[in-house]
């Protein structure tokens, strides 16, 4: 069997990762965050190369790994002409970005040229280290484009805050993951078409890629260096793939029969209280790069539908978990995801608030409705009372335990039961609480 091609030795362009040699020069190369690039947009704006069309404002752009901050910073910067200078918030001082500065006001006041400071991870970046850009960004000395993974409403100081835009970056799509991929294969920079992208192989990298343009390069490079010297082109396959990036390829397509089987066996698994099938079925979500927040919705319904007021916990913690993925992002978001669906799976289980609801629609939508009683009809508006509207209402308030014997119901519906809560969990409390209420609504 013949040695895998080394498909670019020697090439010393190609010693450059691929994800780096694919940066787009312009914005017009950049795929996906078609929502900030439209005409006459903030960004468009500053790589406008026409200085009366230019703008000074700094941004800072949040979003997750691989989205394209950097990308659109150097996009930016080769675009309208502007110096570009690189500072990392891991490794660069408060020292290090006066010096910036200091350069910067040079450049202007000697050669009219302005500078774009990108700073990426300014998270990282102390209060103190974040206050000395703040001369800088307010008197026009660099054009700030920050980026960050965290919520800046939480990362950044206020006053730079307030001097600069917030822009939002989205995952990419899977098409804009797949322009990209195709282009890196053609693309003289890229590997120039010296390798084929079979169909299952181009599907894997875009799945497990999961909106990261920097994953999905990186994987498409990697497996580029495996396929074995035939005749023609040789040609990536989704094996290929899988072997690496150590992974295996998942049979999972988000659009596909196995998306709904994976957690149609999830949300089952849970209210069969199998706790291990649950992580499994979460774990095949999760490596086959199922959006996080619809995994989310997924357990705060069936907190509300199967769990109930068996654990009224059940909802909070689902929707916590769900608040707290949108927060931290992946890949820590499995964790609370994991949390959740533990306690979900493990909660004692009650449907019977879902069946009351289902019920009472039923009776609705089939005719059941009936009058409101006078007594507790609206009684505030000129008129009401001389209708009668809210003439015999008692107020449960006034009585020692907060429940008096009166109607509710219309009268086409007296009696009707919706809500029958069963004997499991914190549910059991409720059977016997509202066995007495009912008898003291009834008047016995």
Not at 28 to 46: F, I, M, N, R
Not at 101 to 126: C, K, N, P, V, W
Not at 163 to 172: D, E, G, I, K, N
Not at 235 to 263: K, S
């Amino acid at each position: 069997m013949s040695s895998p091609t080394a498909l670019f030795a020697g090439d010393a362009h190609r010693q450059t990762p691929l994800a780096v040699r694919m940066r787009p020069t312009s914005l017009d190369e950049v795929a996906g965050q078609g929502h900030l690039l439209k005409p006459g947009s903030p960004l468009v704006q500053l790589a406008s190369s026409d200085a009366a069309s230019q703008r000074a404002v700094s941004v800072i752009l949040w979003g997750p790994p691989g989205t394209g901050k950097t990308t659109l910073a150097q996009a930016i910067a080769r675009s309208s002409g502007r110096r570009f200078v690189e500072l990392s918030a891991v490794t660069a001082g408060v020292r290090d970005v006066r010096e910036v500065m200091q350069d910067a006001m040079t450049q202007r006041d000697l050669y009219g040229q302005s500078t774009i400071l990108f700073l990426d991870e300014i998270h990282r970046f102390t209060k103190a280290q974040q206050d000395a850009l703040l001369p800088g960004v307010e008197n026009g000395w660099v054009v700030l484009i920050a980026a960050t993974t965290e919520n800046p409403s939480f990362s950044v100081v206020s006053p730079l805050l307030s001097r600069s835009l917030l822009l939002t970056l989205q995952p990419l799509s899977d098409d804009d993951l797949g322009l990209l991929i195709d282009r890196a294969v053609d693309d003289p920079r890229g590997l120039a078409g010296e390798v084929a992208l079979e169909p299952d192989a181009r599907a894997a990298l875009i799945r497990l890629a999961s909106g990261d343009a920097r994953r999905a390069l990186t994987a498409l490079e990697a497996a580029a260096s495996l396929p074995e010297a035939t005749e023609g082109t040789p040609a990536i396959t989704a094996e290929h793939v899988a072997q690496a990036v150590d992974r295996a390829l998942l049979r999972y397509d988000r659009q596909g029969d196995e998306h709904y089987d994976v957690v149609s066996a999830f949300i089952k698994s849970i209210r069969g209280s199998d706790v291990d099938a649950a992580m499994h079925y979460l774990a095949r979500m999760i490596e086959a790069g199922e959006d996080p927040r619809f995994i989310a919705r997924r357990l705060v319904i069936s907190a509300a539908e199967d769990i109930g007021l068996a654990d009224p916990a059940g909802l909070q913690i689902a929707v916590a978990a769900a608040d707290a993925v949108a927060f931290i992002g992946m890949p820590e978001g499995r964790i609370p995801l994991a949390e959740a669906t533990a306690y979900l799976a493990t909660a004692a289980k009650s449907n019977a608030a879902y069946l009351a609801i289902d019920r009472a629609i039923a009776d609705v939508r089939a005719g059941g409705i009936g009058r409101v009683p006078k007594h507790l009809r609206d009684a505030h508006y000129p008129g009401a009372k001389r209708l009668g509207h809210g003439k015999g209402y008692e107020y449960p308030h006034d009585s020692e335990i907060g429940v008096l014997a009166q109607q509710y119901l219309p009268d086409e519906l007296l009696g009707t039961r919706y809500y029958e809560p069963k004997a499991l969990g914190a549910e059991r409390e409720v059977q016997a609480r509202l066995e007495k209420i009912r008898r003291i609504l009834d008047g016995a």
